[in-house]
T-cell receptor, first 114, second 112 residues
């Protein structure tokens, strides 16, 4: 257990479905992140939440909608996705503005869009 | 903005042999540097980090890395590789804010 828990581990959804990914951390961290990992591509930062406020949205399509109700939970709501959105979605957390300890990652959700 | 280059996409090494993975970064000041490892189907696990002090840092699983400012490099090494070291390795650089920039990764295959 890494301290960051992501559910579900695997998700298959149709292009017209609506689903949500969940991330939970109890490390006392103040910043949480969503990354997309596609095969043979660098990790793509999607969203950053710091103290429960969204501080970055890296030109992510509106079919991805993040939510951070408190400092321990982060969601990624998905709707009308495309096959190219199939990827491993990683959640991470860190102490805000303190990179001396780096990120703690979850195990990811493997998303397949059919 | 900071950036990271990992020149080697894939490395194959024999079990028991030494391993070195290259990482070059671009950043104007002294960066925070990290190496992460990802086993298949898993998230990223922190191997080691550097932010100041001794330029040779020790990490978990017998890995070490050396920061060389003159070469803008932070190469990862292990003297003797085990089959369980087969994984993907990511170098990352951080600055004064909360963001990390990751390299594209190096896949390590270990042959018996």
């Amino acid at each position: 257990e890494t301290g960051v828990t992501q559910t579900p581990r695997h998700l298959v959804m149709g292009m017209t479905n609506k689903k949500s990914l969940k991330c939970e951390q109890h490390l006392g961290h103040n910043a949480m992140y969503w990354y997309k990992q596609s095969a043979k591509k660098p990790l793509e930062l999607m969203f950053v939440y710091s103290l429960e406020e969204r501080v970055e949205n890296n030109s992510v399509p509106s079919r991805f909608s993040p939510e951070c109700p408190n400092s321990s939970h982060l969601f990624l709501h998905l709707h009308t996705l495309q096959p190219e959105d199939s990827a491993l979605y990683l959640c991470a957390s860190s102490q805000e503005r303190t990179q001396r300890v780096g990120y703690t990652f979850g195990s990811g959700t493997r998303l397949t869009v059919v | 903005a900071q950036s990271v280059t990992q020149p080697d996409i894939h490395i194959t090494v024999s079990e028991g042999a030494s391993l070195e993975l290259r990482c070059n970064y671009s950043y104007g000041a002294t960066p925070y540097l990290f190496w992460y490892v990802q086993s298949p189907g898993q998230g990223l696990q922190l191997l080691l980090k550097y932010f100041s002090g001794d330029t040779l840092v020790q990490g978990i699983k017998g890995f070490e890395a050396e920061f060389k400012r003159s070469q803008s490099s932070f190469n990862l090494r292990k003297p003797s590789v085990h089959w369980s070291d087969a994984a993907e390795y990511f170098c990352a650089v951080g600055a004064l804010d909360y963001k990390l920039s990751f390299g594209a990764g190096t896949t390590v295959t270990v042959r018996a």
